[in-house]
């Protein structure tokens, strides 16, 4: 796997920005913004998911509301974080935080389509459901952040 990692690393991509001053800092800019979007997206769903917001909107009118949200910044996280990745593939192959944010991500993303979406939806999800459904959802995606927040400290 590490030779995959140093190909990637060295297509014309990584090393533009690698050797471009500011290419990688505007990039991780944008990157930013994607995971501010995110995080407010998932937050505004799971926190009605748990009863702690927009109590006058159904769940399913948040989850629709915050779905075009949702999507557009995992479009704008994906098209930045590669380019990001390719980058410093190397480095990114022995950080610890890179594959917890990577396998987080995928929890995240599976458990958001397989699960989350489909409790808020639901209209006659019990309580104790769709509380639990939040409360997961949130930590799953707050490792994602944390863990991506740690890659550039470690």
Known sequence: MFETFDR??????????????????????VHLLGLAMLGGSVLVV????????????????????????????LVLMFSTGIPLFLSEAIKCYYNTSFWVKMCALAIGIVFTFGVRNRIAMRRDA????????????????FTVAAAGRWIGFS
Do not use: K
């Not at 990584?14 to 500011?22: A, H, Y």
């Open 126 to 141: 019990p309580r104790w459901a769709t509380a639990l459904v939040g409360a997961i959802s949130l930590m799953v995606w």
């Open 46 to 73: 799971d926190l009605r998911l748990l009863g702690a917001g927009l109590t006058r909107a159904t769940v399913p009118a948040v989850l629709s509301s915050a779905r075009p949200w949702f999507l557009g910044s």
């Open 8 to 29: 990637l690393e060295q297509t014309w991509i990584g090393q533009t920005i690698r050797e471009s001053l500011w290419l990688f800092p505007g990039i991780e800019a």
